[in-house]
Nanobody, 122 residues
Framework: QVQLVESGGGLVQAGGSLRLSCAVSGRTFNYAMGWFRQAPGKEREFLAA????????YYADSVKGRFTISNDNAKNTVFLQMNNVKPEDTAVYYC????????????????WGQGIQVTVSS
């Protein structure tokens, strides 16, 4: 089975930076790795994805240019670098994994982390 554990969240000031990590246990070859977030009362929102083997990346328009996804094959870890954060970035952030051909859609992912809180103060 695939297990995902997020870390690196917390409180950050607007305009600052934060780096989230997702440690992956289990085989991820040919998997897509994705980052999503969900604020209270809102739907889960796609942020970024990367294909583990090829490194091909996908981004939501709302975060492109501010957030960067990457992976470290040797450490089985995927990262989300968040720069110039805004108060509207406040949400619970989730890492996900799946063998998917549509990496921007949440329902295409079979495995999810527990979520980690990111709070941006103004």
């Amino acid at each position: 089975q695939v297990q995902l554990v997020e870390s690196g969240g917390g409180l950050v000031q607007a305009g600052g930076s934060l780096r989230l990590s997702c440690a992956v246990s289990g085989r991820t070859f040919n998997y897509a790795m994705g980052w999503f977030r969900q604020a209270p009362g809102k739907e889960r929102e796609f942020l970024a994805a990367i294909r583990w083997s090829s490194g091909v990346q996908y981004y939501a328009d709302s975060v492109k240019g501010r957030f960067t996804i990457s992976n470290d094959n040797a450490k089985n870890t995927v990262f989300l670098q968040m720069n110039n954060v805004k108060p509207e970035d406040t949400a619970v952030y989730y890492c996900a994994a799946g063998s998917t051909s549509d990496p921007m859609m949440y329902y295409a992912y079979a495995y999810w982390g527990q979520g980690i809180q990111v709070t941006v103060s103004s």
